[in-house]
């Protein structure tokens, strides 16, 4: 059975920073690409950002040159440094597998509020 247990969030300032990170257990990590996902209340998940297995990044426009997913596969977790957050990245944020999902882990509450 997968496992995914994201943290790292909390409250921040327009403009600040945070990195989340998503441990994995119950899957063969190093093969699957894995995606942080978002959503809001009343909204549809979104994909933010993914990683493949080899290391190749892929990122939604309007994170792009802000936001950096990066992987360590013999700690078996996936990380999102964020930086610059916006009022409206406000959101639950998730880890999981790109295009594979598994089980939807509890997510990590980010809120960017002055």
């Known amino acids: 059975q997968v496992q995914l247990v994201e943290s790292g969030g909390g409250l921040v300032q327009p403009g600040g920073s945070l990195r989340l990170s998503c441990a994995a257990s119950?899957?063969?990590?190093?093969?699957?690409?894995m995606g942080w996902y978002r959503q809001v209340p009343g909204g549809q998940r979104e994909l933010v950002a993914r990683?493949?297995?080899?290391?190749?990044?892929y990122y939604r426009d309007s994170v792009k040159g802000r936001f950096t997913i990066s992987r360590d596969n013999a700690k078996n977790t996936v990380y999102l440094q964020m930086l610059n957050l916006k009022l409206e990245e406000t959101a639950v944020y998730y880890c999981?597998?790109?295009?594979?999902?598994w089980g939807w882990g509890q997510g990590t509450q980010v809120t960017v509020s002055s």
């Open positions: 999981n597998g790109f295009p594979t999902t």
């Open positions: 119950g899957v063969i990590f190093r093969i699957y690409s």
């Open positions: 990683v493949t297995s080899s290391g190749t990044t």
